[in-house]
């Protein structure tokens, strides 16, 4: 291998301070007893003190969460049967059309789902709130799921399913037992990416959420417009660690399903 | 077990699976189908909900002309400079000892909260922020930073930077050495190697990265509103405008109805050949 060049190095460290500075920058001033984002006076736990008092805050937090859990659930669940069914298709032009509709939710920009979604739901005439932006978010993650699972599908070989036949297997267990097992790492990663997909939402949720339910987002949106706030510098420095915990945890997750499913995969 | 028999009890499990898979079709009516059609039918209304073209009419008058025009530039600018800052790091990943380590650390910023990146900016680049503090210390003296045409094209720089890496990266990983070493060995520059060999190979990711920044950049709003004030008015700050706070769901959908035209254009020009094919 060559040797990289100091100009490479440098440039990389340059990389790297421009993407972490900022997040930094924020942590910092969580500790800043002067109350602004510039002029550090002392350190001072005062704003994470006042994050786990806010009440309504950390209900807003709990919304995120479970928004979040429930949409990824439902949406593995929906996605995976949605992957098995286009894995099955045997008509070439059917399963291109189908992919197509699932892929337009992932490249449309989030402006468009949300203000599509506003008028569909104001037309079916469901209330804006926990109903809309849960349905909206599983909505946006299914096609995701969909994408990490079907290569999982492709690549396994279709004489797996009828040696499982062939030993007298019904249908169920062959989901169960065959299938499923089989494309677990693809199901783990869905079930991640959407579960990233609706804590990071802002746009999509700004737009379907009423008056009496936010999310995380949507509140720091609302914050940020007022100014800046040191609580929100704290909540951000939380937001970080958690981020971290979520991608180190994903990692050796994946890692560790990589290693058990080697010797039948053999890629 | 004959294989008719192996072939009748396949085709059973894809019926019983079909009812599981009632409501991914559903959704694909309900929340894919269904709200396109609405953003069309909607944008032949006006806010009085009275049907009529007066909206298309108002899309090519100067004011949405030129804030199309304005939209497509930053976009065009934010993609241009995400681009020419991604390609070296990604060039210079593909190199290192530890890239898929290095790798996750550059893509772990962009898992964090979009707003918390936006609100960072907020305090960097205030009138009391380190970027003044900076500018004060090399004797250039505090400027206005944000709520300028600059603050706003850096966020969004900073924000799309690891998706345009990502798809580099891969590329580049794909591209097989032996390649280079042989421009190399048949005499030509580093530069020569890199315009007629690496790039031309890679190009499928620099146009897949394009499309993941220049579709989203178009329709920005949280930064805009955050980072440039008002001043900065892209396709995304205007649908939002009109659904959320003019209520003339009318305008807003026909303006949406064009992002998503300039969408399929944009995703056909950078769509590339050999993807089309295995599809």
């Known amino acids: ?267 | 077990m004959t294989d008719a028999l192996r072939h009748m009890k396949v085709h059973m499990m894809k019926n019983k699976v079909n009812w599981y898979t009632i409501p991914y079709y559903l959704w694909i009516a309900l929340f894919v189908i269904a709200p396109v059609v609405l953003i069309v039918y909607y944008s032949f209304f006006d806010i009085e909900d009275q049907l009529t073209f007066s909206n298309y009419e108002k899309f090519f008058t100067p004011v949405y002309l030129k804030m199309t025009l304005n939209s497509f530039w930053y976009a065009f600018l934010i993609t241009f400079f995400s681009l020419i800052i991604a390609y070296p790091t990604a060039y210079i990943l593909t190199k290192t000892k530890h890239k898929q380590l290095w790798l996750l650390l550059i893509v772990l910023p962009s898992w964090i909260n979009l707003l918390l990146k936006a609100y960072a900016f907020l305090g960097i680049f205030g009138t009391y922020g380190a970027a003044n503090e900076v500018l004060d210390f090399l004797g250039i003296g505090k400027q206005q930073i944000l709520f300028t045409d600059f603050s706003f094209l850096f966020v969004s720089v900073y924000i799309f930077i690891p998706f345009m890496i990502l798809p580099i990266f891969n590329a580049l990983e794909k591209l097989n050495s032996s390649l280079v070493d042989a421009s190399k060995d048949l005499g030509a520059s580093s530069w020569t190697t890199f315009s007629k060999v690496i790039f031309p190979l890679t190009i499928d990711g620099v146009k897949s990265g394009c499309q993941a920044v220049f579709i989203p950049a178009l329709s920005l709003f949280m930064i805009t509103r955050l980072i440039a004030g008002n001043r900065v008015i892209t396709l995304g700050t205007a649908i939002e405008q009109h659904f959320l706070i003019t209520q003339d769901w009318g305008m807003g959908s026909t303006i949406a109805v064009f992002l998503i035209i300039i969408m399929i254009v944009i995703m056909m020009l950078t769509g590339s050949k050999k993807e089309r094919g295995i599809r």
Do not use: C
């Open chain 1, 1 to 267: 291998m060559n040797k990289l060049s100091k100009a490479s190095v440098l440039y990389l460290i340059l990389i790297f301070i421009l993407l972490y500075a900022p997040i930094f920058y924020l942590i910092f001033y969580s500790f800043n007893s002067g109350g602004t984002m510039h002029d550090f006076q002392s350190f001072t736990w005062k704003w994470y003190k006042e994050l786990f008092q806010d009440t309504r805050l950390l209900v807003i937090v709990l919304n995120t969460i479970i928004v979040a859990l429930l949409s990824a659930s439902i949406a593995t669940i929906i996605g995976v049967f949605g992957a098995i069914s286009l894995s099955m298709m045997r008509r070439k032009r059917l399963r291109n059309t189908v992919l197509s509709l699932n892929n337009v939710l992932i490249v449309s920009p989030d402006v468009i789902i949300g203000a599509s979604f506003l008028i569909f739901f104001t037309i079916l005439g469901i209330k804006l709130g926990f109903v809309s932006v849960l349905l909206s978010h599983i909505a946006f993650s299914i096609p995701i799921v969909v994408i990490m699972v079907l290569p999982k599908l492709q690549e396994m070989s279709p004489t797996l399913m009828d040696a499982a036949f062939d030993l007298g297997a019904g249908w169920k267990e062959v989901l169960s037992k065959v299938i499923l097992p089989y494309i677990s790492p693809g199901i783990y990663a869905g079930f991640f990416m959407a579960l990233t997909y609706s804590l990071d939402d802002f746009a999509v949720t700004f737009f379907v959420t009423g008056n009496g339910f936010s999310t995380l987002s949507v509140e720091i949106y609302s914050l940020a417009r007022r100014g800046i706030s040191l609580n929100i510098n704290a909540l951000s420095a939380l937001l970080f660690f958690l981020t971290l915990l979520l991608v180190i945890g994903y990692y050796f997750v994946s890692k560790r399903t990589v290693r058990r499913h080697k010797p039948g995969v053999n890629k």
